[in-house]
């Protein structure tokens, strides 16, 4: 299978659809895909396209002509006579080349053609030479030659053909680099037919570094393609085999050398490697410049080194011996302890390689907190699994690896750990911590019922401590968890005692937590919003200065989403501020996919449908290649949903519905509200009367309200010409006092005008016409919505000023809103939104009416210009008219002025 390479694909088969001559070089490693990336390029060609592939291979140096031959292999159309020419040493290497090209010359003719040499670091000189003269060549072919940058030496014929074809020729260079976390989960995917399990793919990605070609062994090696055992399976004898070959013929001290590089693990400092081989350093710099020239170690740092492929050092280090490897971790071990100020997670690697567990329990335990402060949630979490393999009961490691799962995306881990946290808590600052995070994690995993438990135990809880940090950490549990639940007013009323309580014992994390609560809380009231945004923008401001980048990220997010800021500006500089925040606290979910969500609020602030649509698309690809659970799970799909209802892709809408109801747990209105809205935009007046009646009852369990939905939810059923009283009926299901008002106003003048009441609905839309709340799209239906109401008064003069404000705020939309758009401007005879400007003045005359103009501005009248023209007056009369209106003049005189203007 091919992932990650779409773009790749697309431009070389641009090039071989110009039909012009062109060059591309596709550089990578080995198994980084390049063969993969031809066989696909050329299951897109036209099936008139001449293809030629030919395959250098090692040894090919002695073997003149290689590439060629091999491309022509078996083609009966090869004159034979030709081919002997090619092959026989006798004849002179001009004469030779010339014949080469003859035969490609034969073989194409003037048809398009790619022609291929795979492996060029092994051509020989003549296939070089070659390769380059049909780089000469005129007529319609994409030469394509592949090779690995890293095999590339000066004696080589490679390396001169490469500086020559950089100086005469414009080439395309395509560099395939390694597959990301997010193309490795992509490739386990399509592999397996189902998403991969996050802790899985990112395993796999750092065994394996992203090269496609070891997944595939891989997965190759496992009957049934269980991803999660592949994380530990041992690697098959192929492809340990291909990677041992690459130290196979190493001196000693090398080989030596390499193996205890093995053992130090990913990062290998030259001090370290030094201390436990006892090699003196310029011995050691002369193996090491040896072992990167040969692709086998990088230089990853300032005197730190890495294997170039994880599973190199794999391979190597499986044909140790266990006492060998033993010895080897023991002396690395003593020599960062003597060090002191060592890497935590390094000490635990060696720890436990030689079997000294406390100091392994110890170090894992500093290593993760270590890791959590810098925002390495996933390493975090490995060393806290580490340490617990030794010491399943330790409440500090398991506190530790609740929030690195957590924070990681792993739901299941940080509920598994964060609950025997809570059940093994010997004090009561544990159990407040871990019921802090069990309320979170419950609500991620859309667990109402245990929220309801868990919050019952806080305030069992709180009736057994005494006023202090304990009391005060338990009740900003029970403020998020109100919070959470849309129980606003418990939310503020546990936040206001967690705060006082902060104040009084002066408790700074707790007071941050406690406000995070309370801005929360009053942003979701549109008369409490602007309390909470003022809040909010100072936690940010202190959270960011006491470190607490879970707490700044969190009222960064809510700021973006709950109360959008004044501009554009301030909102991309608060999206972005909000990722970085999130980065620095590893926090997952925020940095990557409620990122995504917000590009897309800000392109719809710009009112750009097609970017917001793309963000989404762009995170929820990404999101999918996973499996996840609780409102992560298509975490993308309903907005994207009703971005796609907006643009009218309805086909795509079904689509995700379908993709939506295999989600358990989803918010009750989540399906019935999409196919309602479906059904309306299908003119399917039996579903939508059905639909609506299980939105209704849903709505009934959703103790919060949305003015959006409620607003497309009606705009839909009007365009179905749903009864006026399921309309009012629905409305008034839909809205609470809650809504922010510029939403409720707008569905009232909705309601309004659909009863007949246009004055009514007029003052209602042109009192929302500039509301901040709403982006431009809304603020472009409201205008056309305000145009119908004076239509209905034939107030066709400030109708058409409406629809005139209307086009600018809806030119990046489509879909319904443009569509309303279109039909209010043909009642007033204007041309749809979209269509070209008419073309006005001089230029919008014909050749005809120009004479005509010219003679109108020498001063003669209709009945000179029939005679001058051998035309009737009353054509003259035609000609005059239609030059006045398509100029915009009033007189014969104002044509006289703008022709001479002309």
């Known amino acids: 299978m091919m992932i990650g390479r779409e773009s790749e694909l697309r431009r070389l088969a641009r090039l071989a659809a110009a039909r012009e001559p062109a060059v591309a070089l596709i550089a990578g490693e080995p198994g980084i895909g390049k063969t993969r990336l031809v066989h696909e390029l050329m299951a897109v060609l036209p099936p008139e396209t001449v ?64 022609v ?47 500086a020559r074809m950089e100086r005469r020729h414009t080439l395309t260079h395509v560099r395939l ?4 976390p997010t193309q490795t989960a992509a490739f386990l995917a399509a592999a397996t037919g189902a998403p991969a399990p996050l802790r899985a793919a990112t395993a796999l990605h750092h ?123 023991e002396t690395a071990l003593d020599v960062l302890l003597r060090g002191g100020a060592s890497d935590p997670a390094m000490v635990a690697h060696h720890a436990r390689g030689a079997g000294r567990y406390d ?145 009084e014992f002066d408790l700074p994390a707790i007071r941050l937590a406690a406000l995070l609560e309370k801005g929360s809380t009053l942003t979701e009231r549109p008369q409490t919003a602007t309390a909470g945004r003022e809040i909010l923008s100072a936690l940010v401001d202190e959270a960011e200065k006491a470190g607490e980048w879970v707490l700044a990220a969190r009222a960064l997010d809510i700021l973006v989403q709950a109360v959008p800021p004044a501009s554009p500006a301030d909102y991309a500089e608060s999206l972005e501020r909000m990722r970085v925040d999130a980065e620095r606290a590893g926090f997952e979910s925020l940095a990557v996919a409620t990122y995504f969500q917000g590009r897309a609020r800000l392109a719809m602030r710009a009112g750009d449908l097609r970017a917001a649509i793309a963000a989404l698309e762009e995170g929820r690809e990404q999101d999918r290649s996973y499996r996840r659970r609780g409102r992560w799970a298509d975490y993308h799909g309903v907005f994207l949903a009703g971005l796609y209802l907006e643009a009218g892709e309805l086909d795509r809408v079904t689509q995700l519905i379908a993709d939506l109801e295999t989600v358990p747990n989803n918010p009750p209105t989540t399906i019935p509200g999409l196919a309602f809205h479906l059904a309306c935009r299908r003119s399917d007046l039996p579903r939508a009367e059905s639909t609506l009646d299980d939105l209704l009852e849903a ?44 939403f409720r106003t707008l569905v009232g003048a909705q309601l309004a005008e659909a009863h007949g009441r246009h004055a009514e609905a007029l003052t209602a839309y042109e009192s929302v016409l500039e509301a901040h709340i709403l982006h431009p799209a809304y603020r472009g239906t409201v ?75 020498d001063g003669l009248t209709n009945t000179e210009l029939a005679r001058r023209l051998y035309i009737s007056p009353k054509t003259a009369a035609v000609h005059v008219s239609n030059i006045l209106r398509k100029l915009g003049a009033s007189s014969r005189t104002e044509v006289s002025d703008l022709i001479g203007r002309r």
């Open 783 to 857: 205008r056309v919505a305000a145009a119908r109401c004076l239509l209905a008064d034939d107030r066709r003069g400030e109708a058409t000023a409406y629809v005139e404000a209307a086009v600018p705020l809806l030119a990046g939309w489509r879909g319904w809103r443009v569509a309303q758009l279109d039909q209010v401007r043909a009642r007033l005879g204007m041309a749809p939104a979209d269509a070209p400007p008419a073309i006005t003045g001089p230029a919008a005359l014909t050749p005809r009416e120009r004479e005509v103009a010219v003679l109108i501005s």
């Open 116 to 162: 291929v040499f795979e492996d060029l670091h092994w051509a020989d000189s003549e296939s070089a030479a070659l390769f380059e003269r049909i780089a000469d060549q005129r007529g319609p072919r994409l030469l394509v030659g592949t090779y690995r940058p890293d095999e590339v030496t000066r004696r080589q014929p490679v390396a001169g053909l490469l």
């Open 177 to 180: 680099d390694r597959l990301s």
């Open 359 to 503: 100091d392994m329990v110890t170090a894992a335990r500093r290593g993760a907190a270590l890791y959590l402060s810098i925002g390495s949630a996933y390493q975090a979490l490995q060393l806290a699994e580490m340490g617990l393999d030794e010491a399943s009961d330790d409440t500090e490691l398991l506190a530790a690896g609740a929030r690195a799962a957590w924070l990681a995306g792993l739901l299941d881990d940080a509920l598994r750990y964060g609950r025997r946290w809570r059940d093994l808590a010997t004090t009561t600052t544990d159990r407040a911590e871990s019921l802090y995070l069990l309320v979170r994690l419950a609500w991620e995993s859309r667990e109402t019922g245990a929220m309801r438990a868990l919050t019952h135990d806080i305030e069992t809880l709180i009736a057994q401590l005494p006023p202090g940090a304990d009391q005060a950490r338990a009740m900003t549990a029970i403020a998020q968890s109100a919070y959470l639940r849309d129980d606003l007013d418990g939310a503020l009323l546990w936040s206001d005692r967690a705060l006082a309580l902060a104040d």
């Open 51 to 114: 293809v030629l592939v030919g395959q250098a291979e090692p040894g090919s140096l002695s073997r003149p002509y290689e590439v060629l031959l091999d491309a022509i292999d078996g083609r009966p159309e090869v004159d034979q006579e030709q081919l002997a020419a090619l092959a026989d040493p006798r004849r002179s290497p001009v004469e030779r080349l010339h014949t080469g090209l003859a035969v490609l010359a034969g073989l194409i003719g003037d048809s398009p053609a790619v």
């Open 699 to 742: 709505l009934t369990a959703q103790n919060w309200r949305s003015g959006e939905q409620a607003h497309n939810l009606v705009a839909a059923a009007l365009e179905l010409g749903l009864p006026a009283d399921r309309l009012d009926h629905m409305a008034a299901a839909l809205l609470d006092a809650e809504v922010w008002d510029a």
């Open 207 to 329: 065994r394996t570094g992203g090269n496609p070609f070891f997944l595939e062994e891989l997965l190759r090696a496992l009957p049934g393609y269980d991803v999660e055992a592949l994380v530990d399976q041992p690697l098959p004898w192929s492809l340990a085999d291909v990677l041992r070959r690459q130290v196979d013929d190493l001196e000693p001290l090398s080989h030596r050398i390499v193996e205890a590089a093995t053992v130090l693990g990913h990062r290998i400092p030259f001090d370290l490697l030094a201390d436990v081989t006892g090699t003196g350093e310029d011995e050691l710099i002369a193996v090491l410049r040896d072992l990167v020239t040969r692709g086998v170690l990088v230089e990853s740092g300032e005197d730190e080194f890495a294997f170039r492929h994880a599973l190199v050092r794999e391979a190597i280090g499986d044909q140790m011996l266990g006492r060998q490897r033993r010895r080897l971790h």
